[in-house]
C-alpha cells in the first residue's frame, strides 16, 4: 500500500514559534509535481519534510513506506535535493572529487568512489569537466553538477528547491529538458511559473495551507488571478 509514494498525513510544523504547515494531507505519487505560492507560503518547509531536514511536530509523513520519523536517516538515499544556490551544495574543490563524495555517501567504498567517479560523470557526458576547479564552472554548469552528484546516489525521487533563481534563460530550458528526461519522480519548486509545462499535477500553498491542488493549468491560472487581485 503506498509503496511508491510520498505521503504526509495531517502534518503540522512550527519553525519559530509559528505555524509553518497546518495540517496537510497529500498523497504524492505522480511523476513531475510542482509546488507554488507566496514567499513564506512554506514550500521548502513541506519538502524538507520529505528527507529528514526537518520532522513534523503533528501528523505523520512516510516516504516511500518509511515512517520520516523512525527512518530519518534513510531518506536522504530515496530522496535526492538540489537547492537554489549551487554554492552550498558543494563542498570539493574539483568535479570529481565532488562526484566521488556523492558516490560514498551512497555506500561506495571511498578509492572505489574516487575511481567511479570518471565513468559516472561520463553518463552525463560531462567527463571532460572531472579536474575543472569547480570555482571555474559557470552558474548553469554547477547547478548541473549538483543534479549529477545526486542522481549518483540513485535517489528515486529528486526535489528542487527553486533551482532556476540564477539562470539565464537558455541555462534554465536545459536544465529543464535535462529534467524532464529524468525516470526520477520529480518535485519541483519554482517561481517561474512556465517551468510546469508537461507537469502532472501543481500544488498551491498558501500560509501553510493547501489552497489548490491539481492540473498544473488550472492550479497556476487561479494563483496568477489571486496575485493580480493583490493577494
Ligand atoms: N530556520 C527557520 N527558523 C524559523 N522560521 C523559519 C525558518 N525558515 C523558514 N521559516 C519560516 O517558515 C515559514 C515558511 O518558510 P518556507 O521557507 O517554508 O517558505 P517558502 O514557501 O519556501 O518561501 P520562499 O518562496 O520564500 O522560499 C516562513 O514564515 C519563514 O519565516
Redesign the pocket.
Known amino acids: 500500500m503506498h509503496g511508491d509514494s510520498l505521503l504526509l498525513e495531517n502534518v503540522t510544523l512550527r519553525?519559530?514559534g509559528?505555524v509553518?504547515l497546518d495540517s496537510v494531507s497529500l498523497d504524492l505519487s505522480e511523476r513531475r509535481i510542482g509546488l507554488i505560492?507566496?514567499?513564506?507560503?512554506?514550500?521548502?518547509?513541506?519538502i524538507?519534510l520529505l528527507n529528514g531536514l526537518l520532522t513534523a511536530d503533528e501528523g505523520r509523513v512516510v516516504v516511500h513506506g518509511l515512517d520520516a520519523k523512525e527512518k530519518a536517516a534513510e531518506l536522504p538515499r530515496k530522496v535526492g535535493f538540489i537547492f537554489q544556490n549551487p554554492d552550498h551544495q558543494i563542498i570539493f574543490p574539483t568535479v570529481a572529487e565532488e562526484v566521488a563524495f556523492s558516490l560514498e555517501q551512497a555506500g561506495m567504498p571511498r578509492r572505489e568512489a574516487a575511481k567511479e567517479a570518471i565513468p559516472a560523470l561520463a553518463r552525463f557526458g560531462r567527463d571532460h569537466w572531472a579536474e575543472r576547479p569547480v570555482h571555474a564552472l559557470s552558474e548553469g554548469e554547477k547547478q548541473f553538477l549538483c543534479i549529477i552528484a545526486v542522481l549518483v546516489m540513485q535517489p528515486a525521487v529528486l526535489v528542487l528547491?527553486?533551482p532556476f533563481s540564477s539562470l539565464d534563460l537558455p541555462t534554465r530550458r536545459r536544465l529543464e529538458a535535462l529534467i524532464a528526461g529524468l525516470p526520477q519522480q520529480v518535485i519541483l519548486?519554482a517561481?517561474e511559473l512556465d517551468a510546469f509545462a508537461g507537469y502532472d499535477r501543481v500544488i498551491w500553498?498558501h500560509e501553510?495551507k493547501v489552497a489548490m491542488d491539481g492540473a498544473p493549468e488550472a492550479v497556476i491560472t487561479a494563483y496568477r488571478a489571486f496575485v493580480e487581485a493583490g493577494g
Open positions: 519553525r519559530g509559528r509553518v505560492g507566496n514567499n513564506g507560503s512554506g514550500k521548502s518547509s513541506l524538507r528547491d527553486e519548486i517561481h500553498l501553510g
